[in-house]
């Protein structure tokens, strides 16, 4: 995971999300500045994408006691 202060942004290696996108990483608003702030690069988390219209954003951020390099399989090339 990356993280951007600036925008509360996180960048983030995740699975498949079933009926909506593959896996991939992508970046992703993180609305809640609470959550926000608990995220340190390296991070495995567990969370919920919410989307509303064009906007889409993670909440419901829980970390996970995972080493990082075993958190998410990449997607196959």
């Known amino acids: 995971m990356r993280l951007e202060p600036n ?3 996180a960048t983030i290696r ?5 009926g ?9 608003p993180v609305k809640d500045a609470q959550e926000f702030g608990a995220l340190q690069t390296g991070n ?8 509303q219209g064009d906007n889409l954003w993670v909440g419901e951020i829980k970390h ?3 080493p990082p390099e075993t958190c998410v ?4 090339p």
């Not at 909506?20 to 992703?28: E, G, H, P, V, W």
């Not at 495995?44 to 989307?51: M, Q």
Request: net charge negative.
């Open 20 to 28: 909506y996108m593959d896996a991939m990483t992508m970046t992703f």
């Open 7 to 9: 925008g509360k942004l």
């Open 64 to 66: 996970l006691n995972t």
């Open 73 to 76: 399989a990449p997607p196959a």
């Open 44 to 51: 495995c988390i567990e969370g919920t994408v919410f989307v």
């Open 14 to 18: 995740h699975q498949k999300i079933e």
